[in-house]
Nanobody
Framework: QVQLVESGGGLVQAGGSLRLSCAAS????????MGWYRQAPGKQRELVAF???????IYADSVKGRFTISRDNAKKTVYLQMNSLKPEDTAVYYC??????????WGQGTQVTVSS
């Protein structure tokens, strides 16, 4: 069983910062990418950013220059540093781990609320 535990969400004023963490545990032999997605009320889940096992990163256009994804392979943890937060960043943020086999695992989600 693979488990992902997210932390770091909360309420912040516009312009503020938050750092999300996602720790993976369980039968992880190798993994491909770790990433963050978000889902706002009434909207589809969307990619925010992901990082490959080699450290390559991809960001959604809406967060480029404000968010930074990083990973610590030894700790099996991925982070999302979110700066200059905007009310439109308000959503439930989900961590996803994709194994080299293609199997994907999701965390339970953490709420991020940005007040104007």
């Amino acid at each position: 069983q693979v488990q992902l535990v997210e932390s770091g969400g909360g309420l912040v004023q516009a312009g503020g910062s938050l750092r999300l963490s996602c720790a993976a545990s369980g039968s992880i032999f190798s993994f491909n990418t770790m990433g963050w997605y978000r889902q706002a009320p009434g909207k589809q889940r969307e990619l925010v950013a992901f990082v490959s096992s080699g450290g390559s990163t991809i960001y959604a256009d809406s967060v480029k220059g404000r968010f930074t994804i990083s990973r610590d392979n030894a700790k099996k943890t991925v982070y999302l540093q979110m700066n200059s937060l905007k009310p439109e960043d308000t959503a439930v943020y989900y961590c996803k781990l994709t194994m080299s086999t293609g199997a994907g695992y999701w965390g339970q989600g953490t709420q991020v609320t940005v007040s104007s």
